[in-house]
Each structure stands twice: as structure tokens, then as C-alpha cells.
């Protein structure tokens, strides 16, 4: 897989304007690394340990609910059978509060064809490291306002809202937030926040495939396949940074799929194994940026 090849240090630059209010991004990103291990072809989330500040999450695109846990060489710590209603289509995996603990969030919302009713967030403490054996996940079912759509990124901020963002596979990316309450097994429908972007459906290189919260600030990260764009969390929802997109092109991954925060100066990217190879690649960046732009979001 050509995302995980042996690279000079890449120097990365979301670049705003001198007029612009402050918030620009400066970003460096590390030689890419493969996930160690040919059990997780395809990255299709992640998201960081809160046990273990070394150690990140990720699952396998699809039904297997397996989850992995590696360090930031790709070596593998751990691996847990996860446990409960059938799955359809995980893409996307967030941690979060949930009540007094920390919990791991998989997005059952892939959904290629645009057809299913009800899509399924799923809830589970994080295991402790290192991990090993099986752990029960607690369904949390929702439904669209506006009909079926196609997503692969879920956000959890710090006050523990969770929000879901359309691929922009047939018409524009949209974020939805979670209501709440949090009853297991009890269908609420999503509320429809905001179009990130034009009227139309998105280039295919231009949809979402992932997206995450940046802990401690007002930040909200989002890839597609070629492309990290910063945004501002606010209780309206989410407002562009100026100029805020970085192209991820130069780090030649095979096909881009998750982005993790632990903090600015730890953004993990994952990417799919590609026709070539049978493991996930990695990518970790470091970025900068002014001191108000981290102000704490709304709930922190």
C-alpha cells in the first residue's frame, strides 16, 4: 500500500489569510507506517486511548466488531471481540464521555445504496490496556429526518454530543446531531444542524470519511480522501476555519479513511490497505496553531 511508504519528514500548511481571524493550522507529518498486523485491512475509524496516551482504536470496515488497539509504531496491544445485535456497516469509531466513564462509539452508518430505515450507534466502556477478549456493545438506533443517506463520520465532543456527518455520496454533506436521550434499543431521529458546502452531491474525492473532535479546543477536524479541513465547534454548529484545508495528497495513501485527535499535536491518520498490500497504513501529524483557537467548545 503506497500510504504506507517510507517518507522525509512532510512539511503540511493550512495557510489563512493575514487579514483572517486567527485559527490557521501549521501541520507536519511524520514517514508513514503500516498497522502490524493483516487482521485490519481496512482502518475505517479510530480514535485515540484515554487509558494509554501512546495507544490509539480501530476497526475493520463492515459487520466483524472487532476491536484493535495499536501503539504509534502500528504494533499491535490489543484486540477485542465486541458482543451484542447484529451489525451492517461500521465505518467510523469515536471515544467520549458517557455518564461518569470513558466510552468507545461505533458508527454502524455506512449505507452505499442509501436504503436502510434506521442506522445504529453502538456504546461500550473502553477495555482497559492491554486488552484481550470480548466486551458488550449497547445499541443506540436513530433514523434521518430527510430519508436514508450515507455516512462514515461520527464526532463526540467533551460535554458528550454526539454529532454524524453525511458522505455527500448523492446530495450535499450534512451534519445531524444525536438528541438524545441515550436509551438503549430506543429509535430517536437525528436533528438536521447544517449543509457543510454546496447544493449538490460531492466529487467522489471531496466525500467524508472521517471526522473527529480535538480535545481540549473548539475544533473539529474532517477528511475525505484527500483533504483535512478544520472547523470551529459553536452551538449553532460547525463554521469553516479561513481557508482551512490541507491536501493530503503528498502522503500518498491508498485510500484515505479515518483521522483521530488526542490533541493538535497528535492527528492520526489511517488509511486502507489498498489491491497490493493486506494491512492499513498510518499517518501521524503535528500542527500548531494560535492560542485562541483552542479555547474550550461548547458543554467543556
Known amino acids: 500500500m503506497t500510504a504506507s511508504r517510507s517518507t522525509s519528514l512532510i512539511g503540511l500548511v493550512l495557510a489563512v489569510a493575514t487579514c483572517a481571524p486567527a485559527g490557521n493550522l501549521v501541520c507536519t507529518a511524520g514517514p508513514g507506517r503500516t498497522l502490524q498486523s493483516p487482521d485490519v485491512p481496512e482502518s475505517s475509524g479510530a480514535a485515540w486511548s484515554r487509558d494509554d496516551p501512546a495507544v490509539f482504536w480501530t476497526m475493520n470496515d463492515g459487520r466483524d466488531g472487532v476491536l484493535f488497539a495499536f501503539d504509534t509504531t502500528g504494533a499491535p496491544v490489543g484486540r477485542v471481540e465486541t458482543t451484542g445485535s447484529r451489525l451492517r456497516d461500521v465505518e467510523d469509531l469515536a471515544s467520549g464521555p458517557c455518564g461518569d466513564a470513558v466510552c468507545l462509539f461505533l458508527a454502524d452508518i455506512g449505507d452505499n445504496r442509501e436504503r436502510r430505515r ?161 494491512r492499513s497504513g498510518m499517518h501521524l501529524l503535528r500542527c500548531e496553531t494560535p492560542t485562541d483557537s483552542t479555547r474550550a467548545a461548547p458543554g467543556n
Open 118 to 278: 434506521t442506522v445504529s450507534i453502538y456504546r461500550l466502556e473502553e477495555p482497559n490496556l492491554p486488552a484481550q477478549g470480548s466486551a458488550v456493545r449497547v445499541r443506540f438506533p436513530a433514523r434521518y429526518p430527510d430519508g436514508p443517506v450515507d455516512a462514515e463520520a461520527i464526532i463526540v465532543d467533551g460535554s458528550g454530543d454526539v454529532y454524524l456527518i453525511s458522505k455527500g455520496r448523492s446530495g450535499p454533506s450534512t451534519l445531524y446531531r444525536h438528541p438524545g436521550p441515550w436509551i438503549p434499543d430506543s429509535l430517536v431521529t437525528l436533528e438536521r444542524v447544517q449543509v457543510l458546502g454546496g447544493s449538490g452531491a460531492a466529487g467522489t474525492q471531496d466525500q467524508i470519511t472521517g471526522a473527529t473532535w480535538v480535545p481540549g479546543s473548539d475544533l473539529v477536524l474532517i477528511r475525505t480522501y484527500t483533504r483535512l479541513t478544520a472547523w470551529r465547534l459553536t452551538e449553532e454548529g460547525l463554521e469553516p476555519v479561513p481557508d482551512g484545508a490541507l491536501s493530503l495528497v503528498s502522503l500518498l495513501e491508498s485510500q484515505g479513511e479515518a483521522v483521530a485527535a488526542a490533541s493538535l499535536d497528535r492527528v492520526l491518520l489511517t488509511s486502507e490497505s489498498g489491491p497490493f498490500r493486506d
